[in-house]
Each structure stands twice: as structure tokens, then as C-alpha cells.
């Protein structure tokens, strides 16, 4: 087959050197995952391959190259990232998306987007009242939620942050535990505590929990409550029945943003009873200020092997459902 190559121009070393990765790394898997050959000839990289193969490295390189002078660290998880994107014509502007700040830890680490989906959904996070995130684990939507909602509640936009999960579990028993519902429910609530803290730092944390500015609880409390002026993120959605899930949406007040997340593909309620994030995300999806956000495999920013674990699981799902139908 005829072979074509393309030159890829870094501009200097010092990019040349972040693109290649240690011990050329970064090359290595762009190389492999596509099938085309590369040598370095001062900043130049010229790439090797059939016109499709080679085209499409071309593109996954001048991405990652916009990513570094854009001051982004590259790793393999992006790099997959980026060809994936590339496959799919969207490789254009990643380094716009990557770029933006959501928010800043309290050492001062800037929280970026790391994908399309995780872009989109931050930004439909801002622009309505109500926005449902759905997706597997590892693609932020807890995290990015709690981001947001700490830079609104620091730009006064609200008052209170409210985080609450339904105290359903995996498959195990909260019976045992000693306490009340709170004190039982509190390691199923250790994800949000860490986050928050990650955010505001411990000592600013703590006072504005005991001020109650911040609240962390099961989705039970909820009820019978008016929440206004208020950032309130449900996590775990999917195992809230429908009675729950609307007995929490009718709780919001005036100046509040509800945001509720969750995994359709984890569902821990007893059989026979209906997901409250599924029955939601069906009937509301029309409503003007509310938006869903379906997030996927490739927004899994956690361990590149998270991405494909996931994928399998997707596939056997969809191979179950095929036997059912």
C-alpha cells in the first residue's frame, strides 16, 4: 500500500520534548494506536503511514502540540483522548475546551475540563436551573458540581451548599453500623466531605459546616424543606425511587441551581421499584431550564484502564439486552 508522509513542525524543543514524553512515550502511543512509523528531525516529526493513517496522527499531534503552548500538561489519558477525537472530526478547539478554569482548589490548583462532555456539561451547569448528569463513574460529575458550586457560592450567587445522596448502598447493609441515619450514611458521603475540602481547605470547611452554610446529608432530611438561594447537588440519583426524586425537585426555592447526578448503569434499588433518575431525565427533558448531560466512556478522566473497563461493561450490557429483545 502506498505510504505517505506528513511533517509535523513543534517550533522548538522544549514543546518537541513534551510532545515526545519520556523516553518518547507519548509518541509511542500515538504510533502504535494508529499504525504509522515516526523519526525526529531536529523540531520536525515525520510521520509515516497509509494517507488515512497518516492524516490522522498528523491531526492527533497538532492537537496535543495546541494543548502544550496552551500550558496543559499532556498524559496518556489525554493522548487516547485526543486520537479519539481526532477519529471522530472533533480534534479542532480542544485546546479552547481544556483551557477554561472552572474553578480554584484552596492550594491554588485550577480545575479544568478534560473533555468535550465534561465541557458541555459544566457549561449547562451555568446556563440553567436544573441540570441532570448522567454517566459512568470517573467522568466528574460529582467533582465538577462541587467545583461549581463553591466558585458560586464565593461569588455570592448563593448562600448555602447543600449535597445530599439517597441511603441506598451497594449490595450492603447499613443496619449494622452504630448511630443514626446521619452517622450511617457519612462514609457513603465521604466523596462529597472530600471534595469540599479539597475546595474551601480544612479549617474554612469546617466553620462554614458548623455555621450550616454548608450541609452534607441523606436525601431523607429533605424532605419537607424549602431550599432557596441555595447550590444543591443530588449524588447517587440513581437510587432515588421516582417519589424521592420529585419530593427533592419540588424542594428548590427562589436563587437555588439543583444539579443531580448519577450512573443508569448502577442501580442499587430493591427489584421492582423505578429509578427516580431515569423516570426524571425521561419526562422533564423538554421543560425549558432543565438540561441533561450524558457523559461516556470517553469522559472517564480517572486511570486510562478505568476508560476501558467501563467500555467493557457497556458491552456486555448491550449484549444482555440484545438476548432479552
Do not use: W
Not at 447543600?162 to 446521619?182: M, N, S
Not at 466553620?207 to 452554610?213: F, I, P, T
Not at 441555595?230 to 426524586?245: P, S
Request: glycine share 10%; proline share 2%.
Amino acid at each position: 500500500m502506498e505510504q505517505t508522509k506528513i511533517v509535523i513542525d513543534a517550533g522548538n524543543m522544549d514543546d518537541l520534548q513534551k510532545l515526545l514524553g519520556t523516553f518518547d512515550e507519548n509518541l509511542n502511543i500515538i504510533t502504535g494506536e494508529l499504525g504509522v512509523s515516526a523519526t525526529v528531525d531536529g523540531v520536525k516529526l515525520k510521520i509515516t503511514g497509509t494517507e488515512e493513517e497518516a492524516s490522522l496522527a498528523g491531526r492527533v499531534l497538532e492537537g496535543i502540540l495546541k494543548l502544550i503552548r496552551a500550558g496543559e500538561s499532556v498524559d496518556k489519558s489525554r493522548i487516547v483522548y485526543c486520537i479519539e477525537l481526532a477519529r471522530e472530526g472533533n480534534i479542532d478547539g480542544i485546546e479552547q475546551v481544556m483551557s477554561g478554569v472552572v474553578a480554584v482548589t484552596a492550594r491554588g490548583k485550577q480545575i479544568k475540563c478534560k473533555t468535550l462532555g465534561q465541557k458541555k456539561y459544566v457549561d449547562a451547569i451555568k446556563k440553567n436551573t436544573v441540570v441532570f448528569g448522567v454517566g459512568p463513574a470517573g467522568t466528574g460529575k460529582t467533582y465538577l458540581a462541587v467545583c461549581l458550586a463553591v466558585s458560586a457560592f464565593k461569588g455570592k450567587q448563593v448562600e448555602k451548599i447543600i449535597l445530599t445522596r439517597p441511603a441506598v448502598e451497594a449490595g450492603e447493609k447499613l443496619g449494622f453500623l452504630p448511630g443514626d441515619l446521619q452517622t450511617k450514611v457519612d462514609p457513603y458521603l465521604r466523596p462529597l466531605y472530600d471534595a469540599l475540602q479539597e475546595m474551601f481547605g480544612l479549617e474554612t470547611y469546617a466553620k462554614l459546616m458548623e455555621k450550616g452554610v454548608i450541609e452534607v446529608a441523606p436525601l431523607a432530611y429533605m424532605r419537607g424543606r424549602t431550599l432557596s438561594n441555595a447550590f444543591i447537588i443530588l449524588d447517587e440519583a440513581q437510587n432515588a425511587t421516582v417519589e424521592q426524586m420529585k419530593m427533592f425537585l419540588t424542594r428548590m426555592g427562589d436563587g437555588s441551581k439543583v444539579v443531580v447526578t448519577g450512573d443508569v448503569t448502577q442501580i442499587d434499588l430493591p427489584e421492582g421499584k423505578k429509578s427516580g433518575l431515569k423516570h426524571a431525565v425521561s419526562i422533564l427533558k423538554n421543560i425549558e431550564g432543565i438540561e441533561t448531560v450524558m457523559l461516556t466512556a470517553k469522559d472517564v478522566v480517572r486511570h486510562p484502564l478505568v476508560m476501558q473497563i467501563v467500555r467493557a461493561y457497556e458491552r456486555e450490557t448491550a449484549k444482555e439486552d440484545r438476548k432479552k429483545r
